[in-house]
Nanobody, 119 residues
């Protein structure tokens, strides 16, 4: 089993910055993809950024150049640095750990952290 605990959300003004953290504990798989998802009220949960076990990163177009995903393998922690925040970034942000095995994948989720961008 994998446990995920997010932190770092809050209220910030447009143009401000926040850094989200996701601490991973339990079993660590050799191959995995970790990602940050977000869900705004009344909308589906969407992938924002991801990082794989080999370090490959991906972002949705709307956050490219503003958000940076990274990880610290010693601390077993993933981060999302969010700069130049916009009101449309307001959502609950979830950390996901996708364990990749030979014949299957398993997803684990954190509890979510609220990010509100408002003046």
């Amino acid at each position: 089993q994998v446990q995920l605990v997010e932190s770092g959300g809050g209220l910030v003004r447009p143009g401000g910055s926040l850094r989200l953290s996701c601490v991973v504990s339990g079993r660590i798989f050799s191959f995995y993809r970790m990602g940050w998802y977000r869900q705004a009220p009344g909308k589906q949960r969407d992938l924002v950024a991801s990082i794989t076990s080999d370090g490959t990163t991906n972002y949705i177009d709307s956050v490219k150049g503003r958000f940076t995903i990274s990880r610290d393998n010693v601390k077993n922690t993933m981060y999302l640095q969010m700069n130049s925040l916009k009101p449309e970034d307001t959502a609950v942000y979830y950390c996901q750990y996708r364990a990749i095995m030979t014949t299957m994948t398993t997803d684990y989720w954190g509890q979510g952290t609220q990010v509100t961008v408002s003046s």
